[in-house]
């Protein structure tokens, strides 16, 4: 289970920061990622950070959004600054999960946290 955090209003040129925590009986994370969708569109990639370390940003976000994890407190973080009213939407995360019982590896996602900036 996926439990996402930390959103809110917030003013443009403002920061918040989301997290997203796992539970229940796990081996490993691999992959975290989080998504975004805002009202009347598909939703989207915004970030992901590998079990190793390594991240991945959408053009739209990088310079401004920071991904980073704690495997010790099965938790991803998502560190938004000088945010634009055009990163309005709900943020859901997702995360890459081997399972112990029963040993399966698939995606869950968590319910998501909803961002407003305002202008």
């Known amino acids: 289970q996926l439990q996402a955090f930390g959103g809110g209003l917030v003013q443009a040129g403002g920061s918040l920061r989301l997290s997203c925590t796992a539970s229940g009986s796990i081996f490993t994370i691999y992959t975290m990622y989080w998504y975004r969708q805002a009202p009347g569109k598909q939703r989207e990639f915004v970030a992901s950070i590998t079990l190793g370390g390594i991240t991945n940003y959408a053009d739209s976000v990088k310079g401004r959004f920071t991904i980073s994890r704690d495997d010790a407190k099965k938790t991803a973080y998502l560190r938004m600054s000088n945010l634009k009213p055009e990163d309005t939407a709900v943020y859901y995360c997702?995360?890459?999960?081997?399972?112990?019982?029963?040993?399966?590896?698939?995606?869950?996602w968590g319910q998501g946290t909803q961002v407003t900036v305002s202008s």
């Open positions: 997702k995360a890459d999960i081997l399972a112990r019982i029963p040993a399966k590896r698939s995606d869950y």
